[in-house]
């Protein structure tokens, strides 16, 4: 009986050596929360913009405020557990800051003037006063639905 045997290999060719895998990602928890304050900012103008476009608040908007801030702060961030709770709140304060740009906005339109003069004029306190007055359940409901939509993306984008 005869056993095949496979020769040894020529000394001229390359023996691939395995590498070690390389170390799970721990993030970065100042760029997570550096990335969600910008993320936040941008989504807060288009937020306010997307309103005064259409003229109404929708849901989906505040979804897209809480999954940008979210994604932005656990991709960068990584597995920290404080940074679902940063993008959340990041989150309501880019919803209640977009609902604000909008008011100014409308304002803006509304007397036919720019934009630095109705913040000039109004300032924070003022459109936060006109925001108080108009506020109703569905601006509640659209500030907690940012932020609950920006915590589970901060979770899921971490892993």
């Keep these: 009986m005869s056993q095949h045997i496979q020769p040894?290999?020529?000394e001229s060719e390359a023996v691939a050596v395995p590498y070690p895998a390389?170390?799970?990602?721990?993030?970065?928890?100042g760029l997570g929360i550096a990335a969600a304050v910008v993320a936040a900012l941008a989504a807060a103008a288009a937020y306010g913009g997307i309103m005064n476009a259409i003229d109404r608040q929708v849901g989906?908007?505040?979804?897209?405020?809480?999954?940008l801030i979210g994604f932005a702060a656990g991709k960068l961030g990584g597995k920290n557990p404080v940074l679902p709770v940063v993008g959340a709140?990041?989150?309501?304060?880019?919803?209640?800051?977009?609902?604000?740009?909008?008011i100014a906005l409308?304002?803006?339109?509304?007397?036919?003037?720019?934009?630095?003069?109705?913040?000039?004029?109004?300032?924070?306190?003022?459109?936060?006063?006109?925001?108080?007055e108009g506020?109703?359940?569905?601006?509640?409901?659209?500030?907690a639905i940012?932020?609950?939509v920006a915590f589970g993306a901060a979770k899921k984008a971490s892993d």
């Design 8 to 10: 040894p290999a020529p």
């Design 22 to 29: 390389e170390p799970a990602r721990s993030g970065n928890i």
């Design 60 to 67: 989906y908007a505040a979804v897209g405020v809480g999954l």
């Design 89 to 102: 709140v990041f989150s309501l304060g880019a919803v209640y800051l977009g609902q604000l740009f909008f």
């Design 106 to 132: 409308a304002l803006a339109d509304y007397g036919n003037v720019g934009l630095g003069e109705v913040l000039d004029k109004a300032g924070v306190g003022g459109l936060n006063d006109i925001w108080q």
């Design 135 to 143: 506020a109703d359940a569905m601006d509640y409901v659209f500030l």
């Design 146 to 148: 940012g932020g609950f």
